[in-house]
């Protein structure tokens, strides 16, 4: 279902006024083989009071990300989130930083018609405090 609400919302995203560069997907939690997927595609915005009524807001704080680069298809995209998520998180001592617990970022170079560009996946990370 995913790709089918990025095929609604992509054809509206250069009609939104106040919006910033790019786009995401936001994921407020992790996939997990028991939960089903909430997932939300948006566009940040320069003034939350442009916002058409017909969108939900989410404002994601600020923090640290660990980011990682997807170079390819979007059809491979799972690929790196899997390499992000199972391969580098469990092994790297970090955690993640609350929610969302995952962000896709699509770049003004992503083209939805090739299914190529930038794209990079964001996990929020913890990060000690030094004393």
């Given amino acids: 279902d995913i790709p089918k609400l990025w095929n609604r919302f992509g054809p509206r995203i250069e009609s939104i006024q106040g919006r910033a560069g790019g ?7 992790l996939m997990r083989a028991d939960a089903p997927i909430a997932y939300m595609a948006g566009v940040p915005m320069l003034v939350a009071e442009t916002i058409p009524p017909e969108y939900a807001v ?17 059809s491979t995209l799972r690929d790196t989130i899997g390499r992000a ?9 970090k955690q ?3 929610e969302p617990e995952m962000l896709e970022f ?3 170079s992503y083209d939805p018609q090739t299914g190529l560009g930038q794209i990079e996946v ?10």
């Fill in 23 to 29: 786009a995401y997907g936001v994921l407020p939690k």
């Fill in 58 to 74: 989410l404002q994601i704080p600020a923090r640290r990300y660990a980011v990682f680069v997807h170079g390819g298809h979007i």
């Fill in 85 to 93: 998520v199972i391969g580098w998180l469990p092994t790297s001592g």
């Fill in 96 to 98: 993640i930083d609350g």
């Fill in 106 to 108: 699509y770049g003004e």
């Fill in 122 to 131: 964001w996990l929020p990370i913890k990060v000690p405090i030094r004393p």
